[in-house]
């Protein structure tokens, strides 16, 4: 007995076989037409859909490489069920290196999309429903906007059960408690009922290897444990689940020096950095305000007054998982 038809936009995926499906975007001004490639595995066997999708910001390049090597090992050659891959999703930004469309519109902030909206709007409308309808599951690969260097880590809303037993499969170093942002693709896939765990790991126009091998060990566990595809689940170490959080911020201008590593955990009063003038005049200490882990780091070299410096974890809300 055949399993039930397939259709991703417009096309039938056959069973057994890999499918390379097209989104076409826009065409340039040069009437060159912009295509962001799909590539489908489907299986003999009936089962689930996961969708593994990164670039939606364009210069987040970590996680375009994580599925680069789900590829490259055949991980997303199920034995049940099918495997979508989206490695480059803001094609325009990705070629260019930003973030934004190039109608300036940030990707993540304009779904469901519209039919007759701004460029990024239409391009969110057709995902939405040419794609997002045939999937179960998603993993959506980010990493920190601009000089932000995460840790790598899954953020999900804490109260999703399923959510959280994913999470602690794809076993990150942290898992942090992280509500949902109006018109971005998570928020609109809950409403549709789908699975989302979202990675994030290391900055922007940034290959970070030890970010990279977290991604693919995290998704090659989901993998397995929902039955996709055999294996051995590795899990590395329990991950800190922070329910709670808040940014200590720069009191002063200057040239920023950090003094402690991403992921650590700190006492009150440590001293995390330090702001200096170029003259050699001024210096002045930033220290921990609690005891608390670090789990993400603005790492450029200078800051202004009120600028975010370390994300932390507010300590009476954090516990393990």
Request: charged fraction near 25%.
């Amino acid at each position: 007995m055949s399993n039930k038809p397939l259709i991703i936009l417009g096309k039938n995926i056959p069973e057994g076989k890999r499918t390379i499906l097209d989104i076409e975007v826009a065409k340039l001004h040069t009437r060159t037409t912009v295509k962001v490639p799909v590539i489908v595995e489907r299986s003999l066997e009936e089962g689930p859909v996961i969708l593994l999708l990164a670039g939606v910001h364009g210069d987040e390049v970590n996680g375009v490489s994580i599925i680069r090597e789900i590829i490259n090992q055949k991980l997303n050659v199920p034995k049940k069920g099918t495997i979508i891959c989206i490695p480059v999703f803001n094609i325009f930004g990705y070629l260019i290196q930003t973030r934004e469309f190039p109608d300036g519109r940030d990707l993540n902030r304009m779904f469901p999309g519209s039919l007759n909206g701004s460029l990024a709007s239409q391009f969110a409308y057709q995902f939405t429903k040419e794609i997002a309808p045939f999937v179960d599951y998603v993993i959506d690969y980010h990493t920190g906007g601009g000089e932000r260097d995460n840790i790598a880590q899954i953020r999900l809303e804490s109260s999703e059960e399923k959510t959280l037993e994913l999470a602690n499969v794809f076993n990150s170093p942290f898992v942090v408690n992280s509500g949902y942002i109006a018109k971005s693709l998570r928020e609109s896939l809950n409403k549709m009922g789908k699975t989302v765990l979202l990675f994030e790991g290391g900055k922007s126009k940034n290959l970070n290897p030890t970010v990279i091998n977290h991604g693919i060990r995290g998704t090659k566990n989901v993998l397995i444990h929902l039955g996709f595809i055999d294996g051995e689940i590795t899990l590395t170490e329990k991950p800190i689940f922070i329910k709670k959080a808040k940014w200590i911020r720069s009191n002063y201008s200057g040239m920023f020096k950090i003094l402690v590593t991403n992921g650590s955990r700190v006492k009150k009063k440590d001293i995390l950095g330090v702001i200096q003038d170029p003259f050699g005049e001024f210096k002045k200490r930033i220290y921990a305000t609690a005891d608390c882990h670090i789990f993400c780091i603005n790492k450029t070299p200078i800051v202004n007054k009120g600028e975010a410096l370390f994300h932390v974890s507010v300590e009476e809300e954090e516990e393990s998982i």
